[in-house]
């Protein structure tokens, strides 16, 4: 019965030690030699080792370009075989592979980018150019007609908006009367759905005052059915009413 009990529990470490490792549809995506080792102790890398998996099937073998290579892929169990190389993956994660190859050698990888990256635009000889002022429209005395989503479709700015100001950009602005209740969120740009950076506290004025973060008021430019216009810190936000 022990016998029995011992062989079940070598079984089942050799199964979670089997589907720790991936196989080639998750390994997709291009590798490259960052070590290699025999015994523990480290060998110099002189002949940097590169492959692509591109499919279950097939891999670039060196830096990907016209000229690489195209081999046949196969996996079976820990054993990665592209062309006449073979391999045993000895550890598999995310980012990085651990393959083991003849003589006791073993080789770590890890993924990395071969695409090239954008071309930076030229932003040097571009001048920026304030919008200009918007003209005031309907402006409501209550907060009644705000009631809504508003959903932000534009925005222009007096200003380059500067890096740390743009998690403050708005997204949404959701206005709901419930039992003649109205309550006013205001969504950042960052913002899920039920967690709004801001709550309108008061409307007083054509100003939408409000906390959360930190208090912001917001001026109203404009609210008809199917436009609202606001402002706070040099930015005019344009949204369109969406529909229930």
């Not at 830096?63 to 598999?92: V, W």
């Not at 222009?156 to 602005?173: D, F, G, M």
């Amino acid at each position: 019965m022990r016998k029995i009990t011992v062989l079940l529990c070598l079984l089942l470490l050799s199964h979670i030690a089997g589907a720790q490792i991936a196989n080639t549809k998750v390994l997709k995506g291009a590798w490259k030699e960052v070590g290699r080792s025999r015994s523990g102790k480290k060998i110099p890398v002189t002949d940097t080792l590169f492959f692509e998996v591109v499919s279950s099937n097939l891999c670039i073998w060196g830096k990907s370009s016209p000229a690489a290579p195209r081999l046949h892929l196969k996996q079976i169990g820990t054993t990665l075989m592209m062309g006449p190389n073979e391999f045993d993956i000895l550890e598999q994660q995310d980012g990085r592979m651990l393959l083991a190859a003849d003589e006791g050698l073993e080789i770590e990888m890890q993924r990395y980018s071969n695409k090239k990256p954008a071309p930076v635009r030229n932003t040097n000889n571009l001048k920026f150019k304030p919008a200009p002022a918007v003209k005031m429209g309907t402006v409501p005395d209550k907060i009644e007609p705000f009631v809504g989503v508003w959903k932000c479709y534009k925005r222009t700015s007096a200003k380059p908006i500067e890096n740390e100001q743009k998690y403050r950009l708005l997204r949404l602005v959701e206005v709901e009367e419930k039992d003649d209740v109205i309550t006013a969120k205001i969504y950042g740009f960052e913002d899920p759905i039920g967690q709004p950076s801001w709550i309108v506290q008061d409307y007083s004025k054509g100003i939408l005052f409000t906390s959360g973060k930190d208090e912001r008021p917001f001026k109203v430019i404009n609210c008809q059915a199917n436009e609202l216009i606001i402002e706070n810190e040099g930015i005019v936000y344009y949204m369109n009413k969406m529909q229930p």
